[in-house]
T-cell receptor
């Protein structure tokens, strides 16, 4: 089983739609969680961190459910420019030796 | 600010050849990482280094070696390249002193083809 799993999609939605992605992780000792965005053939960029209480950044809302070991990303009022691959990232480790594990990504296509 | 500098950008190797991918960061980060990305696979961790002088295996270390030469530099070596190592390779560094809102800083990637 992969440490971090995501639905690969693609999610094909019209502009203005609300779309949600989930990501599950297997290591209950995972400490920190992030969503990254990756455009085609480019390096990933941090979209937002995921706080335990959930957090919002404009049209983006991230939630963490430790009991069920999943995180989610909600995008409201989708824009064409939101088309990208969204990567779930989990930090595991201890004693100052951390590794960041990526999910395989969920592809989002926003159509006019 | 240079950030993370990764070289080369493109490389074509023949099976059995060796090469070293170079990576350097100027942000004084302790942690550095090497990932590979294949279509539909996301980024898979090859090796990482939590600090100068230490390296650890990630998810897919076979066929690779790494060197953390100093705090700035973390190189990835393919001793005998195989077609299965055709991929895009990303080096990254991270400020592990911060828990949140500390992004991985990526290099631009190396597109490697092994024929």
């Amino acid at each position: 089983r992969k440490e971090v799993e995501q639905d690969p999609g693609p999610f094909n939605v019209p502009e203005g739609a609300t779309v949600a992605f989930n990501c599950t992780y297997s290591n209950s000792a995972s400490q920190s969680f992030f969503w990254y965005r990756q455009d085609c053939r480019k390096e990933p960029k941090l979209l937002m961190s995921v706080y335990s209480s959930g957090n919002e950044d404009g049209r983006f809302t991230a939630q963490l459910n430790r009991a069920s070991q999943y995180i989610s990303l909600l995008i409201r009022d989708s824009k064409l420019s939101d088309s990208a691959t969204y990567l779930c990232v989990v930090r595991v480790g201890r004693d100052s030796s951390y590794k960041l594990i990526f999910g395989s990504g969920t592809r989002l296509l926003v159509r006019p | 600010n240079a950030g993370v500098t990764q070289t080369p950008k493109f490389q074509v190797l023949k099976t059995g050849q060796s090469m070293t991918l170079q990576c350097a960061q100027d942000m004084n980060h302790n942690s550095m990482y090497w990932y590979r990305q294949d279509p539909g696979m996301g980024l898979r961790l090859i090796y990482y280094s939590a600090s100068e002088g230490t390296t650890d295996k990630g998810e897919v270390p076979n066929g690779y070696n790494v060197s953390r030469l100093n705090k700035r530099e973390f190189s990835l070596r393919l001793e005998s390249a195989a077609p299965s190592q055709t991929s895009v390779y990303f080096c990254a560094s991270w400020d592990d002193r911060k828990t949140y809102n500390s992004p991985l800083h990526f290099g631009n990637g190396t597109r490697l083809t092994v024929t």
